[in-house]
């Protein structure tokens, strides 16, 4: 069974020093560096997801409530959209874009620029006979969570690698997890919660 790994959004904005920092991430992006240069022969392909976004509407918000707004972040031709330094992304062979005009938290939701087409990513990953998917990433309890569930969704054998995460508080890493467990998806780890 060929096997992807989903690299959910290690962006600046993501890390600390970015405008909605995950306490950890910047540790989170060289682990999983790391992670890629040891494992990298194991996986059929590794794809990467950016949040990308130009005009994501009420998604940002001058007062955001953090579940449903949050403050700009990842807007396209800033720096914190670029990928975080400690990330290697030598190794990435397609870079998924989401949210340019509404939020999107799952991978899935976005596309790849492959010569002349955008390419979603489930048909990207059984265009390359993927049956299984590892997911790492950013955050842990947001869009690491909305990707592997929609990985499950999408008929893919799902792991999340939680060592290779970094989520934003216990109780809503906490709720992700159990929301990922009962849907099916393979939980291996822990994750990076600060406070934890």
Not at 94 to 119: C, H, I, M, N, Q
Not at 129 to 142: F, K, L, Q, R, S
Not at 151 to 165: H, K, P, S
Request: charged fraction near 20%.
């Amino acid at each position: 069974m060929s096997t992807a790994l989903i690299v959910v959004d290690v962006q600046n904005d993501f890390c600390e020093g970015g405008s909605l920092p995950v306490a950890g991430g910047a540790g989170v992006a060289a682990a999983i560096s790391a992670y890629v240069a040891a494992h990298r022969d194991e996986y059929a392909a590794v794809v990467a997801t950016k949040d990308y976004h130009v005009d994501p509407g009420a998604h940002f918000a001058a007062e955001p409530d953090f579940v449903d707004s949050w403050p700009a972040h990842c807007v396209v031709g800033t720096a914190g959209s670029d990928p975080h330094p400690a990330f290697d992304t030598s190794g990435v062979d397609a870079w998924f874009t989401k949210g340019e005009t509404a939020a999107a938290y799952s991978g899935f939701e976005g596309a790849a620029d492959l010569g002349d087409d955008r390419v979603g990513l489930a048909e990207y990953l059984r265009g390359h006979g993927v049956a299984a998917v590892d997911v790492v990433g950013i955050a842990t309890d947001h869009c690491v969570r909305a990707t592997a569930l929609d990985a499950v969704a999408n008929g893919f054998a799902t792991r999340v690698l939680l060592d290779l995460t970094a989520g934003v508080a216990p109780a809503t890493t906490d709720a992700a997890l159990a929301q990922l467990s009962d849907a099916g998806a393979e939980l291996v780890g822990e994750p990076v919660v600060a406070g934890r």
